[in-house]
């Protein structure tokens, strides 16, 4: 069974910021494509961030592109997302996923396994 556990949210200030961790179980982060989403309130779930299950693509949101960082920690199985600069428009719930391919894929549906989320509120 899949299980994909998020830490590291919290509140932090405008400009600064958050490493989040996700740790993986029954499947290796390496075996396929992994991704960050986040949801702010009233507004859809959007991609973020994702790496490629070989690590020669990865993809970020225009908005984060320069500040955020996926990256991957074979020995401990964790995916991290290094968010700095942070801005109040970050705030959001941000989710670790897994997609069922190799490769990154831009339709939701294919990323089948998901974290429980981890808030992250930056303030002004």
């Known amino acids: 069974q899949v299980q994909l556990v998020e830490s590291g949210g919290g509140l932090v200030q405008a400009g600064g910021s958050l490493r989040l961790s996700c740790a993986a179980s029954?499947?290796?982060?390496?075996?396929?494509?992994m991704g960050w989403f986040r949801q702010a309130p009233g507004k859809e779930r959007e991609s973020v961030a994702a790496?490629?299950?070989?690590?020669?693509?990865?993809s970020y949101a225009d908005s984060v592109k320069g500040r955020f960082t996926i990256s991957r920690d074979f020995a401990q199985n964790t995916v991290y997302l290094r968010m700095s600069s942070l801005l109040p428009n970050d705030t959001a719930i941000y989710y670790c996923?897994?997609?069922?391919?190799?490769?990154?894929?831009?339709?939701?549906?294919?990323?089948?396994?998901w974290g429980q989320g981890t808030q992250v509120t930056v303030s002004p």
């Open positions: 790496v490629s299950a070989s690590g020669r693509t990865s």
């Open positions: 996923a897994a997609a069922r391919w190799v490769t990154i894929s831009s339709r939701q549906d294919e990323w089948i396994n």
């Open positions: 029954g499947l290796s982060v390496r075996s396929r494509a």
